[in-house]
């Protein structure tokens, strides 16, 4: 036979206290004295009571949860910033809900629809490749709910977006290969609908055109999901032509690594005759041989920093109008895949 859940009421004929006396003191509210508080709360733990934090949901047409709604929890950069988040929301007494939707827009729609269902107290999203449309997040702003987008972002949504100058970073990363000697950069550029692939594709542009080097759109080879099979295809394409590159620069650090892989394999030295840098700082960077060069990106700042915003946004209780950008800073970390000069 099933067991009764136990109620405040349950709780309050034991202790012989009102329902609503209980029900402040579980919520350790201010107006009880510590010594009732105490008392309540041991004797809810004795008794087995839990919290329905759905029905206080369906009360506030909120709870406290964030929800999470990213494209790949497998990604190392995905899973610091969930860390992040996490973490923040941990501490001032809010749960997540995690859902990917494996850079599908149809996955992410559905997974919105989830989450708005569930009475999230905010949202943290990070777009799939394919997501265009983003109107799907206006249920959430119409009932105030805080939506944050964070590293991929939209370009038009009044919204709190957390991300990193990824212009500047994409024209550092491309100006330490010129700084090293290369003369014929390669560039492996994602979906150019997605802000962060866009700007570090503009970045690298701008940072060839500005040092004298002509850009060859040859040598810019589009990827749809950034992956290690693409970036090794890529290389193979790149080290086939005729005049192949003595540089490449990778938006990610898996294709970064299958490059690095592909040149060994084809007996290209790395980096003599191909430097090589990425974006992220995965751990994998540190662990393939020649060891990648890599963009930092601060994943789990940017988890803690989304979080304090719905945080923030729900204890002041902002509106909707609310629009607000975070930008933070990155640097390039050089190690041998592109080192040729001290």
């Not at 003595?246 to 191909?274: H, M, Q, T, W, Y």
């Not at 729900?314 to 975070?326: A, D, F, H, M, R």
Request: aromatic share 6%; net charge positive.
């Amino acid at each position: 036979m099933k067991k009764k859940e136990v109620t405040i009421y349950d709780l309050a004929k034991e202790l012989n206290f009102s329902p609503s006396t209980v029900s402040r003191a579980l919520n350790n509210h201010k107006s009880i004295g510590k010594k009732t508080t105490k008392e309540i709360h041991k004797a809810a733990q004795r008794l087995g009571y839990r919290p329905n934090s759905i029905a206080a949901s369906l009360r506030s047409n909120k709870s406290k949860t964030i929800g999470i709604l990213i494209a790949r929890i497998n990604s190392p950069f995905m899973s610091t910033l969930i860390s992040g988040i996490e973490d923040t929301a941990r501490k001032a007494n809010y749960n997540v809900l995690i859902s990917q939707s494996n850079e599908s827009y149809e996955n992410e729609v559905n997974n919105a629809k989830a989450l708005y269902d569930s009475r999230v107290g905010g949202v943290i999203v990070s777009l799939a490749m394919e997501t265009v449309d983003t109107s799907h997040f206006k249920q959430f702003l119409d009932k105030n709910i805080p939506v944050v987008f964070v590293d991929r972002v939209p370009k038009e949504f009044n919204s709190y977006r957390v991300v990193i100058d990824n212009y500047a970073a994409g024209y550092r990363a491309t100006k330490h290969l010129i700084d090293q000697g290369c003369t014929r950069i390669a560039h492996f550029a994602g979906s150019q609908h997605v802000n962060v692939y866009n700007m570090r594709k503009k970045g690298y542009i701008d940072a060839l055109t500005e040092n004298g080097i002509e850009v060859d759109e040859k040598l810019i080879i589009s990827l749809k999901t950034m992956s290690s099979t693409e970036g090794w295809e890529a290389t193979e394409k790149l080290l086939g032509m005729s005049n192949p590159p003595d540089g490449i620069f990778s938006s990610n650090d898996s294709a970064a690594v299958s490059a690095i892989r592909c040149a060994k394999e084809r007996g290209v030295k790395v980096p003599e005759e191909l430097a090589i840098i990425g974006f992220n700082d995965d751990p994998v960077a540190s662990i393939v041989e020649p060891s990648l060069s890599t963009i930092s990106h601060p994943a789990r700042r940017m988890g803690e920093i989304s979080a304090l915003r719905i945080l923030e946004h729900s204890k002041e209780n902002l509106g909707t109008s609310v629009s607000e950008i975070t930008m933070l800073d990155t640097k390039v970390v050089v190690r041998n895949s592109s080192r040729r000069k001290p």
